[in-house]
C-alpha cells in the first residue's frame, strides 16, 4: 500500500486527508490566533506581500485555494478581484466564509478537494494557495490541477513554509519543536498539532525543489522569494500556453 508523509509518520495515502483533516478541525476555533502568535504577526506581511505579487485587477476571477479563515481571500477582494475560496475542511471554509461576511463582502465558498477541482479548465486569471500545499496528500497533482484550471496568461502563487536560512537552522529548530507545540498546547488545546506543523514543514520540499514541481506541472517563469530568511517562501509560476 502506497504511504504518504503525515508528519514524520508514514500512514497510508488514503488515510493522509483524514489525519489532517482532523488536526484542521481541532485548530479551526484558534487558527488565527495561532498565526498571529507563532509568527508574532508576520503571517500578515507576508500574505500583504503575495497579494502584491499577484498583480489582481479589478474584474478578474480568482480561485483561493485552502482559503482556511479566508485572509488572503479577503484581501484579493478589496482590489477588485472576484473571488472564489475552497478548501477540503469544512470547519475552517465555514470560519473563512464566516469572516468574509463579518467584513461585509460575499464570495462563493466551495468545499473541495485540491486534487480534484470542480471547475472548468481556463476558469481563474489567478489561483492563490497559502500554507495549505503541504498538507496536501500528492503535492504533484494539486498543482496540476491548479494549473488546469488557469486561464492562458494567468498566474499561481503558492506561500508556503519552506527552508530557512542554514545559520538560523538550530534556533528555528528549538523554536518548532520546543515553543509551537507548549503554545499549541496552551491556546488552542492541542500540541499535537503544532507538532505535526513542524514536522509536516520539514518533510515539504524546499525552494528549489518546489519550484521544479511548478515547472513539472506545466508553469513557466517560476519566481521564488523568500521571506524571514527562508522560513517562508512565495513561488509564482506563470500558464503561457
Not at 89 to 103: E, P, T
Not at 119 to 146: I, Q, W, Y
Not at 203 to 210: I, S
Request: glycine content about 8%; proline content about 3%; hydrophobic content about 45%.
Amino acid at each position: 500500500m502506497a504511504k504518504a508523509d503525515f508528519g514524520y509518520e508514514q500512514v497510508p495515502e488514503t488515510e493522509k486527508a483524514a489525519r489532517v483533516g482532523q488536526v484542521f478541525d481541532q485548530v479551526a476555533g484558534r487558527y488565527d490566533l495561532m498565526n498571529d502568535l507563532m509568527s508574532f504577526g508576520l503571517h500578515r506581511a507576508w500574505k500583504r506581500f503575495a497579494v502584491s505579487l499577484a498583480r489582481v485587477r479589478p474584474g478578474e476571477r480568482v480561485l483561493d485555494v485552502a482559503t482556511g479563515s479566508g485572509d488572503l481571500a479577503r484581501a484579493l477582494s478589496q482590489r477588485g478581484a472576484q473571488v472564489w475560496m475552497s478548501d477540503v475542511n469544512h470547519r475552517m471554509l465555514c470560519v473563512g466564509r464566516d469572516r468574509v461576511l463579518d467584513a461585509g463582502a460575499m464570495m462563493p465558498a466551495v468545499q473541495c478537494d485540491a486534487e480534484r477541482l470542480p471547475f472548468p479548465e481556463r476558469s481563474f486569471d489567478c489561483v492563490t494557495v497559502a500554507f495549505g500545499l503541504r498538507n496536501m496528500t500528492h503535492k504533484d497533482r494539486a498543482l496540476a490541477e491548479m494549473r488546469r484550471v488557469l486561464r492562458v496568461g494567468g498566474r499561481l502563487l503558492v506561500l508556503e513554509f519552506s527552508r530557512v536560512w542554514q545559520p538560523l537552522a538550530k534556533a528555528y529548530d528549538l523554536y518548532s519543536f520546543r515553543v509551537l507545540p507548549w503554545l499549541g498546547e496552551r491556546v488552542a488545546g492541542d500540541a499535537a498539532a503544532y507538532r505535526y506543523l513542524a514536522e509536516s514543514i520539514r518533510m515539504h520540499p524546499d525552494q528549489e525543489a518546489l519550484a521544479t514541481m511548478m515547472r513539472t506541472a506545466g508553469l513557466e517563469q517560476v519566481d521564488c522569494f523568500n521571506l524571514a530568511a527562508g522560513v517562508v517562501a512565495l513561488h509564482r509560476g506563470w500558464k503561457l500556453g
